[in-house]
């Protein structure tokens, strides 16, 4: 046994100093750049490429016999672009395989990759040529030992799919790569591309085998993370551990102990979300799972929404399976609002025909809005085709409770059915239910997820919007000064893609009343056009159009004809005033912008006018008025003060028809053909309305009819003719009056003298007359 270890050790010191002497002279004898030229030349030959190899090729012999190429770089094809550089290159062999002429690459080094590979729009590739078959007879076997690189730059760039990305900093490093050899890999780049959108750092590190033969790769222990921006979220983390075991030709796939998690943020809102799964095997006869678990929340501000789900151990084919049991427990809550939903239900699927089917999907809402609370439920029907990537809702049966910004709660109940399809990315729903008072029928549509382009079509047998208006809080004490008013908010117009038409049988706003309410919406590129908009109101109907464009400011535009309408009722209404009667028409166009109401008022500008018959205007008796200046005309010598008042509610000048026309700008409303008729006066004017300060600044000429046969009583006989100007100033809600008694008294004067004239004109046409008559008698 001694003899025999003998033996052994001197052959094996043999067979060392024998390689050693073959190393020294191949070391002496061989110099591997004698060949670069014969290599460029072959691969310029056979790949149509140009090689280079600047620097010199060392041997080495310790601790591996192989090649430190240096420099290398290869041209495109048929190009003298670059297509992949490095800046150093290290190659090892095995010595062993060598005496049994075997090429065995043992390990390689890569330092300072560089590479841009490019998929055109035909959909070859720039490294085509590189993957056919050599025709070179030498045998290489890859049992690498490991392989190292360092300091990679990637490209990828397929402009068949207006796809590029870019491996940037890329580092790896593996064990052994041999079939059937468990081994490990090191991986990390920063990651830059488009379709998706990612701008990350990817670092993973796994454990693997290789079973090229039954074509089975393994992972065992699998840590991988990116850390970056991907798919619009930025300061994202998403972590992946577990372990695989992926045979995709014999359709087999192994999973254990998945873990999945994200968290980051998109658009200000915060996600957090984890999945575990402890166990998923599918096989070509079998599917079969442990129980699924998971957490997502979302957070914006003061509100957070948080959701819990599971699904039970499952077990069935790839054909078909069914899912006992499915719960989600979500989460809402908000400085005013703090809800629970849990969904439930089962699910079976027909993989061979990729459809999935729940004969009942149950979804439960509970919670709490300040005092009020809501709760609900919805159940449905599902299928899921998913060929057609068509989901159906088929029987949906909806009953909720929910807050009423105006206070108390709103009953909503709907049935009806919905569907999506994912492919054409367009989705659908038709239902009919009531919520509150209302009856509802509304067919719902949504075409192109993003952007999102809504369709509809809504009856509405009634609608009261103020019920659903939130009650102004009463005032403690006397404000010390105007409360600032909240601006409206119109960002959601910026990307807001709509059209369709909305008919109302009754509806309630601001306190307006309408019927038959009939109007088509359209949304695009920031605008709102609501047109054409009609109904019927007050007696009488009113047609026309509204647009509003968001912005800073933001710009509105309204065109409006109201015919026949009963103003009184419709004033009262709608400001709680009356200030004139009468039925007729009113026309309006009229833009402006602002952020506020008030602002909107402000500006104003564009035209109005008004045609009224058989009305009154209330606040002032002209009439009386023009009494009470026949019996102050000793005003007009300075014998009495002249007469002035506040406007009375009691008070009101009829009239058979009034017409005028306002041109308004900034907010101020300028009249200037004001023409009211009555039995007794005539009343013309000019003046201005500002509507943003709620003044009025108006000079009224009231004139008593020349034909007034009885009527009116003495004092309005002696003034008949007569015009009695008064001026009405101060705020709408305390409008006072004053006769210009100047204005008067020139009036007077120039009645009286045309009265002096007409008397000297009838005197003499007398006189000529008697001349006349004795020449003609002559």
Do not use: C
Not at 24 to 29: S, V
């Amino acid at each position: 046994m001694h003899k025999t270890a003998r033996n052994i050790l001197i052959a094996l010191a043999a067979l060392i100093a024998l390689l050693l002497a073959a190393a020294g002279i191949i070391a002496a004898t061989f110099n591997p750049n004698d060949y670069k030229p014969l290599l460029i030349r072959l691969v310029q030959e056979k790949k149509q490429r140009t090689l280079s190899i600047p620097g010199d090729i060392k041997l080495t012999f310790f601790p591996k016999l192989g090649a430190d190429l240096g420099r290398v770089s290869i041209s495109e094809h048929n190009n003298k672009a670059e297509f992949a550089a490095v800046d150093s290159a290290k190659v090892s062999l095995a010595l062993i395989p060598l005496l049994a002429k075997q090429l065995v690459v043992d390990r390689v080094r890569i330092d300072g990759l560089r590479a841009h590979i490019t998929r055109s729009e035909d959909g070859s590739a720039n490294y085509d040529d590189l993957l056919s078959k050599d025709e070179s007879g030498q045998q290489v076997k890859f049992a690498i030992d490991s392989v190292h690189i360092s300091r990679a730059n990637v490209i990828y760039d397929d402009r068949q799919q207006g796809r590029k990305f870019e491996l940037a900093n890329m580092d790896l490093e593996t064990g052994k790569i041999a079939n059937n050899v468990p081994s490990k890999l090191d991986f990390a780049a920063d990651v830059k591309g488009n379709k998706p959108e990612v701008n990350a750092r990817v670092n993973f590190k796994t454990g693997f085998t290789l079973d090229l033969d039954r074509k089975r790769y393994t992972l065992k222990s699998l840590d991988a993370q990116l850390k970056g921006g991907l798919l619009g979220f930025n300061d994202l983390l998403l972590k992946a551990a577990g372990d695989a075991d992926l045979q995709p030709e014999a359709k087999r796939f192994l999973l254990d102990g998945i873990k999945l998690s994200a968290n980051g943020k998109q658009a200000g809102n915060a996600i957090d979300a984890s999945v575990d799964i402890p166990k998923l095997a599918v096989t070509d006869a079998n599917v079969s799972g442990g129980k699924l678990s998971g957490q997502a929340k979302l957070s914006e501000g003061g509100r957070s929404i948080s959701a819990d789900f599971s699904m039970q151990s499952f077990e069935g084919t790839p054909q078909a399976f069914k899912l006992p049991a499915l719960t989600l427990d979500a989460a809402i809550k908000d400085a005013t609002l703090d809800a629970k939903a849990n969904i439930s239900g089962a699910l079976a699927g027909d993989l061979d025909k990729l459809l999935f089917t729940s004969p009942q999907l149950a979804l439960r809402l509970s919670g709490r809005q300040g005092d009020t609370t809501l709760s609900g439920s919805l159940t449905t029907p599902l299928s899921a085709d998913l060929k057609t990537q068509l989901i159906e809702l088929s029987r949906i049966a909806a009953d909720f409770t929910l807050p009423n910004p105006g206070g108390g709660t709103l009953a909503l109940k709907a049935g009806g059915n919905a569907s999506v399809h994912l492919g054409k990315q367009s989705a659908s729903a038709v239902l009919k239910g009531s919520l509150d008072q209302s009856n509802f029928n509304a067919k719902l549509g949504l075409k192109d997820f993003s952007p999102a382009a809504y369709t509809f079509d809504i009856g509405i047998d009634q609608l009261d919007l103020d019920r659903y208006q939130r009650k102004a809080a009463a005032a403690s004490a006397p404000a010390s000064k105007p409360a600032t008013e909240a601006p409206m908010d119109f960002s959601a117009l910026q990307k807001l893609q709509a059209s369709g038409s909305v008919r109302v049988g009754a509806l309630k706003v601001a306190n307006l009343k309408t019927s038959n309410v009939r109007f088509d919406v359209h949304a695009s590129g920031g605008k709102l056009d609501v047109s054409p908009l009609a109904a019927n109101l007050y007696g009488g109907s009113a047609s026309g159009a509204l647009a509003i464009t968001a912005g800073k400011p933001v710009r509105f535009a309204l065109r409006q004809t109201l015919s026949g309408i009963n103003v009184g009722p419709l004033l009262k209404d709608a400001i709680d005033k009356e200030p004139i009667e009468g039925r007729g028409n009113v026309q309006l166009d009229v833009s402006t912008s602002g952020a506020s109401f008030n602002q909107i008022r402000k500006g104003l500008n564009g035209n109005a006018r008004l045609e009224l018959r058989d009305g009154a205007i209330r606040g002032v008796n002209i009439a009386q008025t023009v009494r009470r200046a026949k019996a102050q005309i000793g005003a007009v010598r300075g014998d009495a003060p002249p007469q002035s008042g506040t406007a009375s509610a009691a008070e009101k000048t009829d009239f058979s028809e009034l017409t005028g026309s306002f041109r308004i700008a900034n907010g101020v409303a300028h009249n200037d053909d004001l023409n009211i008729k009555s039995p007794l006066v005539r009343v013309g004017g000019s003046g201005d309305i500002n509507l943003g300060e709620e003044r009025i600044d108006y000079l009224a000429r009231a004139t008593v009819v020349s034909t007034l046969q009885g009527q009116g009583g003495p004092e309005l006989q002696a003034l008949k003719g007569l015009t009695v100007p008064v001026k009405l100033s101060g705020p709408f809600s305390a409008i006072g009056w004053r006769i210009d008694f100047a204005g008067m008294a020139s009036e007077l004067a120039k009645q009286k003298i045309d009265e002096k004239k007409e008397e000297v004109k009838a005197k003499i046409q007398e006189q000529l007359r008697d001349k006349l008559k004795g020449f003609l008698g002559r």
